[in-house]
């Protein structure tokens, strides 16, 4: 097995059907080009540099038989990596109704109580702009709702021209759960939903190293991947994100940013220029064939393997 650092950068589909040196060319022009990170995502930016990724040793191959077929070798399981997400809720619009399902505290960003209500009470947004740059709602019940709609984890809220940006700060594992039910029918064969979790995971990390704002890594619109909080997540979405949990696909020692569509045209008018895109329609086919979840993912990103994430050193 090989160990390799996570946070170094990503590979923006660099496989099969680019040159290596020009994918390679291509993801050093883009870490050049990224600035550092601001000061109030250092700490998040620490936590990724320490994080290493344990890659399975490859399954030998004969010529008859494909990788594809064999499916990407799995990692051994490991202790969880506790990671943080920050979500741009940008389908939520500029004035949301904020609330919580249970007793909920606005505080300021040195922890100072600004407001404070009880279940499906709402925040007072007017108040919210005399009272500092940002501010949190958290909440001691089991989400804070944002236009009814509830979210896991906590909300930054930060005023923008024009009104509020709200970004969501969640579990990565809970944010996979939401986005596998946004992405694909949890009906779907497990295995479909377990590929669509590694695929969403490494998506999801990619933006993490290279976030698109220093607030934020990555939005809940289709402009990354759908997000829809916990209306999306149920228990078949939440087993595939649980029974993968922490597996990414990684090339030439750099995360994939695994894209992927509806069905093969519109991947291969959408991201053909970028090289290996997942159909989700085609992933269904597959599992209703008896295709694992591994195999399914060597079968769209061929010269990937699977990794586990997992806790580096200090």
Not at 58 to 71: E, I, N, V, W
Not at 82 to 109: C, F, H, K, M, Y
Not at 277 to 291: E, I, K, P, T
Request: glycine residues 10%.
């Amino acid at each position: 097995m090989a160990v390799v650092a996570v946070a170094v950068g990503f590979a923006a589909q660099g496989l099969a059907p680019r040159p290596y040196g020009a994918a390679q060319g291509e993801l050093l022009d883009a870490l050049i080009d990224t600035p550092p990170p601001a000061q109030d995502t250092a700490t998040a930016a620490e936590q990724l540099r320490r994080l290493e990724a344990r890659r399975a040793t490859p399954q030998a191959t004969s010529t008859s038989t494909s990788t594809a077929s064999l499916g990407l070798a799995e990692p051994e399981a490991g202790p969880g990596v506790d990671l943080e997400i920050r979500v741009a809720l940008l389908g939520a619009g500029t004035n949301p109704d904020l609330s919580a399902s249970g007793a909920w505290q606005v505080v300021s960003r040195e922890g100072q109580l600004l407001q404070q209500g009880g279940a499906g009470s709402s925040v007072n947004l007017s108040e919210l702009w005399l009272q500092g740059p940002e501010a949190w709602l958290q909440t001691s019940g089991s989400s804070v709702l944002v236009n009814c709609r509830p979210y896991g984890g906590r909300l930054r809220l930060i005023p923008e021209s024009g009104g509020l940006r709200v970004v969501n700060h969640v579990g990565l594992e809970t944010y996979i759960g939401a986005v596998v039910g946004a992405e694909m029918p949890s009906s779907w064969s497990l295995e479909a939903l377990r590929a669509q979790a590694v695929a969403a995971r490494s998506y999801a990390l990619a933006h993490m190293a290279r976030p698109a704002n220093r607030h934020w890594h990555l939005g809940d619109t289709t402009r990354w991947q759908a997000y829809k909080g916990l209306s999306s997540s149920n228990e078949r979405t939440r087993q595939a994100a649980a029974s993968t949990a922490g597996m990414i696909l990684s090339y030439q020692g750099a995360i994939v940013e695994s894209l992927y569509a509806a069905n093969r045209q519109i991947s291969l008018e959408a991201h053909g220029h970028l090289g290996a895109s997942m159909s989700q329609h085609g992933a269904q086919d597959l599992a209703m064939q008896g295709y694992r979840y591994n195999q399914i993912l060597g079968h769209y990103y061929q010269g990937a393997s699977l990794a586990r994430l997992k806790a580096g050193a200090s």
